[in-house]
């Protein structure tokens, strides 16, 4: 169920109205529970099982930890076992055996791969168990109460499939509070819906309609055309996701939860580091608490902060998708964060800039870096890729079919209007709807998504991770 | 005591029905002028209709005024009484050679301007032609093309088409959906149902929009139908439709490329195909004057370096190829834009349809494709008028 559909507009009208109707809060989570498995069964039933297992053993492994406290290590361990167990089956085994063919295949020797469906948001399932775990081990947040409570946590739908990954000490506080319909509530929820609904729909799925057909044949397309469709597939995918991460955050407002913000306009970066502490910020913060802290970050020299970079992202790299394009992706991730590193240690000091040159220039280079990182992202394969490397840089011949997609035009002040409505909305600043003027602006972007709206919903980018 | 209390739970009362019935007047009007606003802005950038009307022999039309539409390219032009894009029709004038071009949207081109049709490029250049070469006559074509047209409705309005503007010759543009949809599409307004080994011109009376909305309207509240005028109510009908029946309508090639040889090629003609080619053009011969006969191919540009007719749809390549063989056979001039189109693309490396907001090589001629066409059109008539 895509939010941007009727499908979901229904689903989410129902829930509503069941939940209006219920008095007790603990049967109102309960259904807010069912509601959730619902959503997830949606795409394919069987996967809620999978789902509803995944809850079980982290929270009986969560309060054994408790409990047991002389076995809480090896519990962890068989925690931590399980879920990468369970991710690694589901979404590498095959990508790991087809790696090994092509290693052993020189030598005669082949492989069966297996027909496994990748069961949906399954990474981002399993870093928010994990995750549970790892704070109750750690002592950071006591154990959920219940098992309802832990199994709401994992699987409450807006942001089930792609996020944010919520953390036990941030959301189960969260779900503590009763679920009561405020008319504010449903202002703000609505209000961070409609952006999200904004950034998906009108930029997002308008874009890929240009981006999808440039890179399914970039041998086809001229060299600017290909400029074009690497700065168009930038914009979408940062729309798609933080549209996804707005639509859900505004989902849960309407029930009265909070969930934290996930990008911060990430492309006003002025390096490599801050750009990963702008975007997809519940997946970065992930990444440096649970791995790159524990591998021991900066504490252990300057050669060794390199490698746990290089590691975390490599890894980051691959939690995106079975396939090396990913990994190549985090490899030129983790070593742009290195080179910062560097750079901010041993040459920024000794430069002698005017701020505002060296401002700009840094924010010129990160967006082109992350633009052109994203090539390796979005590509089918590592020849596609080049292809379009080739070609952007005339490496090759630059001539093909001279395409200027008119929704690019529309997509980069889309995309400065969305920001700053964004903007405006962390600071607290929402439409209170009591003024003329307020209503006027709800009705006018209301209206303009449903009439602008590209006739063929995609699915989000991000579901398939 | 309890009068007061009563007094101030009433005048609570009054203040809380005060309150709401303000708010309620500052949203409807707020949503009101939003409405307004986007009922300007999609009138002049996206959809705009004059409305519609039922001509007696051309069916439903049009009504004189402006048309606007902005999904593919941008167009804004300017309809005649008979739903045409062109000024309104006067007698044709001495040394006048008249020439009454008949097609579908690919004719009328709602999305390319003026100065860009062929029509418009093919009259100009003929006329510097004539002029140059002191040819007595001056051409004059005449647009009647018409959206979702096929050679039913040229048949069915023939002889008001000779009557009105006496035309000394007649183009009409074909494409295969002519035949392997509209023609014998009976929920079309004109198509021809088979008797036999011929054909039976029908008008469908009961002809409707495919537009839901417009249905609905026309069905259940036909008082309300001119409120189908507005470009709000359109528009959202269409996306609302869209979003509930979950139809991809936005335009997208499907790349889908299917190889045949060359004898398949007639196998993938039924009998059926090649009686109602035949039929069809043996009418349209003796119905119009100075017949000639302009074909616009579905091109499939991904995939064009290999291109030899073999990866177009089986049914299509063999109607194209009964097209040109039937027309042979009965002495009409028959001009397909294939060749011009697939050499125009290898020199240049650009497809002549599609626009900026639409998929390259989708849709309907773009400028490029017009130049073409214009080109194939004076091909045709510089000898006409040299005569």
Known sequence: MIFSTIDFFMFFGVVVLFLSYLKSNQHKKMLLLAASYFFYGYWDWRFTFLMAAMTAINYYIGAAITHFPRWRTPWLWIAIAVDLGILGFFKYFNFFIESANALISPLGLHLGTLSIILPIGISFITFQVMAYVIDVYQRITPPAESIWEFALLTAFFPQLVAGPILKAQQFLPELKKPIVFKRTNFIQGGQLFLLGFFRKVLIADRLALFVDKVFESPQDYHSMTLWLAVIAYAIQIYCDFSGYSDMAIGCAKCFGYNIPINFNMPYLSRSITEFWRRWHISLSTWLREYLYIPLGGNRQGKVRQIVNLLIVMLLGGLWHGASWNFVVWGALHGSALATHKLYGDYVHPHLRIPPYVSHVFAWIMTLLFVCLSWIFFRATDFSVAFAMLQKMFALSSIQGIEWQATSLKMAIPGVIIADYLGYLMNQGKFLQLKKFSEWFWLWFWLMGCLLLAPHNPQPFVYFQF | ?387
């Open chain 2, 1 to 387: 005591m309890c009068n007061a209390n009563v007094v101030e739970i009433l005048r609570v009362c009054g203040v809380l029905a005060m309150t709401r019935w303000k708010q309620i007047t500052k949203a409807a009007g707020a949503f009101a002028i939003a409405i307004t606003l986007w009922e300007a802005i999609l009138r002049h950038t996206l959809e705009s209709t004059p409305g519609a009307w039922v001509h007696p022999q051309l069916g439903k039309i049009e009504r004189k005024g402006l048309s606007v539409q902005g999904w593919e390219g941008f167009g804004r032009i300017q309809l005649n009484s008979l739903g045409m894009r062109e000024s309104e029709i006067t007698p044709k004038a001495a040394h006048e050679y008249r020439i009454l071009m008949l097609g579908d949207s690919f004719t009328r081109a709602d999305e390319i301007p003026e100065q860009q049709h062929f029509i418009h490029l093919a009259q100009v250049s003929l006329n510097q032609w004539a002029e140059a070469n002191q040819a007595q006559q001056r051409v004059n074509i005449i647009n009647a093309g018409k959206p979702g047209a096929s050679p039913a409705n040229y048949l069915y309005a023939a002889e008001f088409h000779r009557h009105t503007f006496t035309p000394d010759s007649v183009v009409i543009q074909l494409t295969a959906h002519d035949f392997t949809l509209d023609l014998r599409d009976e929920s079309t307004e004109f198509y021809l149902q088979p008797k036999g080994n011929r054909f039976e011109l029908t008008r469908n009376y009961q002809f409707q929009s495919d537009n839901r909305l417009a249905k609905t309207f026309t069905e259940r509240m036909p008082q309300l139908q001119a409120l189908l005028q507005f470009s709000i109510l359109r528009v959202s009908g269409k996306q609302v439709q869209r979003m509930v029946s979950g139809t991809e309508t936005d335009l997208v090639i499907t790349n889908q490329v299917q190889a045949v040889t060359e004898a398949e090629i007639y196998d993938n003609a039924s009998v059926a195909d090649q009686q109602l080619v035949e039929w069809t053009l043996e009418q349209l011969d003796q119905a119009f004057p100075n017949l000639q006969i302009v074909f616009i191919p579905a091109i499939n540009y991904f995939d064009v370096e290999h291109h030899d007719l073999k990866n177009e749809h089986p049914r299509n390549v063999a109607l194209e190829k009964i097209l040109a063989q039937t027309a042979a056979e009965k002495n009409i001039p028959f001009v397909s834009l294939r060749s011009d189109f697939i050499d125009f693309y290898r020199t240049h490396q650009a497809e002549l349809s599609g626009f900026n907001n639409t998929q390259p090589g989708l849709g309907h001629l773009n400028a490029e494709g017009h130049q073409l066409v214009a080109q194939q059109l004076f091909q045709l008539y510089r000898s006409e008028l040299s005569q």
